[in-house]
């Protein structure tokens, strides 16, 4: 991946607070980098620090110890002004602002160059379309924020960070409260924007199986092991994905490099036939703590394929009525 242009470095980074006359460390000794190009993904469990580590980053929250250097400069040195033409933030809070068309909101992304009056120019309006072209929420251009669904408000959002003409973006669970289609949108949208207009795009979330699919690299957080850095698939192989999650009745699958319900079983059956249907079948069986295997040794053997689900010269026309007739065996 040649190209990629470095933009964010942590050195040794210690994040945590300070309280009365001792410091609270929350995360210790972070190395790392983030590139133009790239949607990384800050994955862990709750606790592991996640938000204060974004918080640090954005510069919400000022580092115990350590150095974070945004463009080529020392974040400490930026002022508040110039650091709004360096990094965009969308945040997961609800907008506590009414009486606003969208237009309005993502015009607020223009407050960086636009003065103290902030009046938008042809070169503004300009920008301003753009992003609303990006995003796809021409639509909306018109409505008012309160009318807006949870999943437009995060679009709106994106699109006013992208009239704020940012190289970085940092985004605090931006998939958080939405159905599964508009996780999906929000995330290929981000993954979209870092690849064609060469943004850096760092995100936390606790969409595990989706970042695993989309994100570029992961940063995997925890208190015991700091940050572990890769890519999806290194991280599979290698056993970190799964370390980082273990749970009981929690297995991480390697080879679809997802994570899957690990069903007690207390009976097993042969199966045999055709694919999907073997693996439609053997999920279903899973779910009722019934192992399925060609191989296995079993009084029962059962053979799937496109027409139907079969035990013997018994057909079945659907899993329902398969899974029926297992319990009377």
Known sequence: MTGYKETVRIKDLVTGYHSGKCDITVTDNINASLFSGELTCLLGPNGAGKSTLLKTLIGF????????????????TYSDQELAKVVGVVLTERLSVNNMTV????????????????????????IIDEAFSLVRIENLRHRMVQTLSDGERQKVMIAKSLAQETPIIFLDEPTAFLDYPSKVEIMRLLQTLAREKGKTIFLSTHDLELALQIADKIWLLDKEHGVTIGIPEDLSVNGDIGRYFKCEGVLFDIESG????????????????????????????????????????????????????????????????????????
């Open 258 to 329: 997802l994570f899957k319900i690990n069903h007690p079983t207390n009976r097993r059956v042969a199966l045999s036939g055709e694919t999907p249907y073997t693996n439609i079948v053997r999920k279903a069986l899973a779910r009722h703590g019934i192992s399925a295997s060609e191989n296995s040794r079993s009084d029962i053997e059962i053979r799937a394929c496109a027409k139907g689900y079969y035990i013997g010269d018994a057909c079945f026309r659907s899993v329902e009525d398969l899974l029926e007739a297992l319990r009377e065996h």
């Open 61 to 76: 929250v000022p580092p115990l110890r350590g150095e974070i250097i945004m463009e080529s400069r020392p974040l400490a």
């Open 103 to 126: 237009e309005d909101l993502v015009s607020m992304g223009r407050s960086p160059y636009t003065g103290f009056w902030g009046r938008t120019d042809s070169h503004d309006q300009k």
